[in-house]
């Protein structure tokens, strides 16, 4: 291998063992801000020999005992708390020597599971909404500040300044890297779920980058909801979300073309949807609303994929049932992009004006000043109603906007097809 390709497989190899290498420490050393700082050293030490060496067999195992020596060092070299991190330090080195089979089953399993018991500790009450998503972002997902301010819509700054302070106030605070129970786990299920869901979102559409979708992210999101429903089955948003997440990753392969390319829903080929996992999809949904009660943001958003789902074609959709939906989300659970969405789904329904209406009341939105698919979703209005020039203005400002690769090529291609066909 060449040193750039080094540096890219051990990129990748982060990205797919990040959360599993911290979630693992942390359950060691207690502190998550402490696992990060080991496995950030481990990453270190990855780029340093790896060029020299070659990537090892298995980068994860290898990734883990060197952080499990860092931890060994880092104890040892403290004053304080001596007896007890001696004890940590000896637990440690008795684990030096744990196959890797025998990790995997302990990730497996679903009431000690370590990246479950990473995401209650970093959504605990103790930190704000904000904070607890963006650590858990970092932690969980191993997404740069960056991508995870693309998510929040917000800067750069912001999510530094949040990360750094959820794992002090978790620190201070002394939060158990535990699954909570009773009435506790119930308090922390709405956090839980956004954060799993903006975790799955990042692998379905990655925010920046050469990838269009991430598979790995959306395998570790549908595997931390499917162990949620598990972990409360009388939670209806909880199956909701299960749901919502089966029908879009029933998409993945069809996202995508033979060179990476992005590919719409609306050109989406159909049959290359995986129909297990929609049926999985409308079985979690109708267990949602076996349930009863009113339904939530995640079963409104259920429902709306339910509907691309029992489409035989583009053409065959229901679009005015997804644009009722998208009318009750928007009183539920209102946001720009909530609106944003809806006015696609009116424009299929009622014709690229009545979408266009809604996305030129959201075009002075703060929130939105960055975010490149309100430019598309306007550029796609206009084009279809013959304002050509705007429509590749649009596009152009789009381009311009996102961080993807991918995204970015697909845009610019659109804008260049308008120009052929004017």
């Not at 009435?183 to 956090?191: D, I, N, W």
């Amino acid at each position: 291998m060449t040193g750039g390709q080094v540096h890219r497989a051990i990129d990748a190899v982060w990205r797919i063992e990040s959360a599993r290498l911290i979630a693992g420490l942390a359950r060691l050393v207690g502190e998550v801000g402490i696992a990060e700082d080991l496995a950030q050293d481990a990453l270190v030490a990855a780029l340093e020999q790896w060029p020299a060496q070659g990537v090892p067999r298995n980068p994860g195992a290898w990734l883990m005992a060197v952080a499990k020596h860092r931890a060994i060092d880092h104890f040892r070299r403290s004053r304080r708390l001596e007896h007890k991190h001696a004890e940590l330090a000896r637990e440690l080195e008795e684990q030096q020597d744990l196959a890797a089979s025998a990790m995997d089953a302990a990730i497996d399993d679903p009431v000690g599971d370590d990246l479950l018991r990473l995401v209650f500790t970093t959504c605990h009450p103790v930190l704000s909404t904000e904070a607890r998503v963006a650590l858990t972002l970092r932690l969980l997902g191993g997404l740069t500040t960056e991508e995870i301010a693309r998510a929040f819509l917000t800067s750069v700054a912001a999510v530094q300044q949040r990360i750094v302070r959820a794992k002090r106030t978790l620190a201070e605070s002394r939060v158990p890297f535990e699954v909570p129970r009773g009435t506790e786990l119930a308090a922390r299920f709405a956090s839980v779920l956004e954060v799993i869901y903006l975790v799955f979102n990042e692998g379905y559409s990655a925010t920046a980058g050469e990838d269009w979708v991430r598979p790995a992210l959306c395998d570790d999101a549908l595997r931390l909801g499917r162990i949620l429903a598990e972990l409360a089955p009388a939670e209806p948003e909880v199956h909701a979300l299960v749901a919502l997440m089966e029908l879009q990753a029933s998409r993945l392969r069809a996202r995508v073309g033979p060179g990476g390319e992005p590919i719409l829903l609306l050109d989406q080929d159909r049959g290359r949807w995986d129909r297990l996992l929609v049926g999985r999809g409308f079985a979690a949904l109708a267990r949602a609303e076996a349930l009863g009660g009113m339904l939530g943001p995640y079963a409104l958003q259920a429902a709306i994929a339910a509907c691309h789902a029992r489409a035989t074609s583009a053409e065959q959709t229901d679009w005015t049932r997804i644009s009722a939906l998208y009318d009750a989300l928007a009183q539920l659970a209102p946001s720009p992009v909530v609106e944003l969405n809806r006015a696609v789904a009116f424009s299929m329904a009622f014709g690229p004006a009545a979408g266009l209406e809604i996305v030129d009341a959201l075009r002075h939105e703060p929130a939105l000043r960055s975010y490149h698919l309100l430019p598309a979703a306007r550029a796609d209005f206009l084009a279809k109603l013959g304002r050509r020039d705007e429509a590749r203005a649009e596009l152009a400002r789009a381009a311009s906007l996102t961080q993807n690769v991918r995204e970015r090529r697909l845009l610019l291609d659109r804008a260049a097809t308008l120009m052929d066909d004017g």
